[in-house]
């Protein structure tokens, strides 16, 4: 049982570059969340999933885009790199209860440290 | 807007000290409380966790909080810290009105010196 799993796990890139993230969870959830994680901020959530091909903005979500083609992956795209993406970015996925506000908690991969130059 | 907060940025602490961690939240209505952390290197794992009932939970590794609803507070308690301690602490609400979301507090880094 590997939980979330995020690949790569690092990654440089110049300004104006695309790329994709992956996040794979084998745990069924039904939630899965894009965070960023920056020094003496915490982590922001970029945009989330409640379900298969659906998709929501979080707090931080300028500059990405995501896809939830199935249910236990959940991508995160950069169309175009820009040194303010320079972060480290967690994929958590969380369990449906059935009960609004009962969705977790929630299960975070190992993260993927992305630097643009 | 929901917030977290958390003053403690650093903490340093010797051995088996007694750790006290704050966490304060904005938000009326009903909430969902977690601490999470993050040793060195690693991705973040859950403490514990306050859903409803008795507001002193008790989480892993010895760790406890006390929810007290009328401070909006959720500080985080050991009695005695090991040097295996030492890791960034978070804390986080997960309040009604937005059940899928999770708001993160900055974060506590702790120092345990041996």
């Known amino acids: 049982n590997a939980g979330v799993t995020q690949t790569p796990k690092f990654r440089v890139l110049k300004t104006g570059q695309s790329m994709t993230l992956l996040c794979a969870q084998d745990?069924?959830?039904?939630?899965m969340y894009w965070y960023r994680q920056d020094p003496g901020m915490g982590l922001r959530l970029i945009h989330y999933s409640v379900g298969e091909g659906t998709t929501a903005k979080g707090e931080v979500p300028d500059g990405y885009n995501v896809s939830r083609l199935k249910k236990q992956n959940f991508l995160l795209g950069l169309e175009s790199a820009a040194p303010s993406q320079t972060s480290v970015y967690f994929c958590?996925?969380?369990?449906?209860?059935?009960?609004?506000?009962?969705?977790?908690?929630?299960?975070f991969g190992d993260g993927t440290r992305l630097s643009i130059l | 807007a929901q917030s977290v907060s958390q003053h403690n940025h650093h903490v340093i602490l010797s051995e088996a000290a007694s750790l006290e961690l704050g966490c304060n939240y904005s938000?009326?209505?009903?909430?969902?409380l977690f601490w999470y952390v993050q040793y060195p290197g690693q991705h973040l794992q859950l403490l514990l966790k306050?859903?409803?009932?008795?507001?002193l939970v008790k989480g892993i590794k010895g760790f406890e909080a006390e929810f007290i609803k009328s401070k909006f507070s959720f500080n985080l308690r050991k009695p005695s810290v090991q040097w295996s301690d030492t890791a960034e602490y978070f804390c986080a609400v997960n309040a009604g009105d937005s059940s899928y979301k999770l708001i993160f507090g900055s974060g506590t880094r702790l120092l345990v010196r041996p």
């Open positions: 958590a996925s969380s369990y449906y209860w059935g009960q609004v506000g009962s969705n977790q908690p929630q299960h």
């Open positions: 306050y859903f409803s009932g008795d507001p």
């Open positions: 938000y009326g209505g009903t909430v969902n």
């Open positions: 745990m069924n959830h039904e939630y």
